[in-house]
Structure formats: structure tokens, C-alpha cells
């Protein structure tokens, strides 16, 4: 199985590609996805897809795991990268790869056992899961493998005890 783990945002996408099953994973790849600063928030968005369908044509995965939007404070910020999740979103979907969301505290829980985990103890879960000589970076890479590592042991585990089938709720 191989997936494609989404950090979303419209600044920095952070992704992740994992292979593997439940017990054994390698990481294909991992990064970033950026726009520039002073580009209209439309040619960003574009971009964002354009690059994300790319990395679908050139990896295939079997699934992508996209993190669930977290509302803080900053609501401008929050619904600037809501529309980014909807275009990653879309271009799972124009690529025909099935789309699973998650919650931080859902990949929290998955990758460091403890769904209030904080962000060092997730990285270094993610160090140690996929044997990395270090903390894959940037941060936004790091919590995209995170997610995939989520959707992985998720996924396989309910399979395995399901004898198959959708297990997840399609985003």
C-alpha cells in the first residue's frame, strides 16, 4: 500500500509518501509544496493543485491521508486554508485516489499512542517509526508523514480486523 500523507495549507503544503503495511514502511519521499508570498491567493490555489496532481500522477498512491482542518484563533488564516484543502481535496478526487481524513488527536493518537501528544514527541515517533537517521523537516513534511504513518496503521489494523473492505469515511 502506499500512501500520500497532506499537511494542508496554501503557503507550504506539506506531504509525505509512505510504503508499506501496519509492521513495515519506507518513506518514498517527503516536502513541500510552496507559493510565493505576493502571488494572487488564486494563482497560489492553482499551483497547490497543479503540484499535488503531479505528485498523485508520479507516485500513484493507493490512498491519501489529508489532515482534518483545526479551527484556531485566526479565522482569515483558517478559511485561507480551508480553500487549499479543497483544492488538494479536488485533485484526489480528479485522480481518482481515494481520500481519507483525519483529526490532529487522531494522528496524535496513532503515532505517538497519546492523542494530546505534543508536536517533539509526534516528530520523534515519526523519526523512529520509519527509521530516520533524523526529524524529517520541514515541520509541515514531518506532520504529513505523520498523517500518512496514521491512515497506514489505521487502515491496516481495521482491515485486518474487518477481513477488508472501506474502512474509513471518505472525506
Do not use: W
Not at 2 to 26: E, K, N
Not at 150 to 162: D, V
Request: include cysteine; glycine fraction near 10%; hydrophobic fraction near 45%.
Amino acid at each position: 500500500m502506499t500512501i500520500l500523507g497532506i499537511d494542508p495549507g496554501y503557503a507550504t503544503v506539506g506531504f509525505g509518501i509512505i510504503q508499506g503495511d501496519r509492521s513495515r514502511h519506507q518513506v518514498l519521499t517527503y516536502g513541500v509544496i510552496t507559493t510565493p508570498a505576493g502571488a494572487p491567493f488564486a494563482s497560489r490555489l492553482k499551483q497547490v493543485y497543479e503540484d499535488a496532481c503531479l505528485l498523485i500522477e508520479q507516485f500513484r498512491p493507493d490512498a491519501i491521508a489529508i489532515e482534518e482542518l483545526f479551527f484556531n484563533k485566526n479565522e482569515k488564516t483558517a478559511i485561507a486554508v480551508a480553500h487549499a484543502r479543497g483544492v488538494l481535496l479536488l485533485a484526489g478526487e480528479a485522480m481518482g485516489v481515494p481520500m481519507f481524513g483525519y483529526t490532529p488527536p487522531q494522528v496524535k493518537q496513532a503515532v505517538a499512542g497519546y492523542g494530546k501528544a505534543d508536536k517533539k514527541q509526534v516528530m520523534e515517533m515519526v523519526q523512529r517509526l520509519l527509521k530516520l537517521n533524523q526529524i524529517p523537516k520541514p515541520d509541515d513534511a514531518a506532520d504529513a508523514l505523520a498523517i500518512a504513518l496514521c491512515h497506514m496503521r489505521s487502515a491496516t489494523n481495521l482491515l485486518s480486523a474487518a477481513g477488508g473492505g472501506n474502512i474509513c469515511s471518505t472525506t
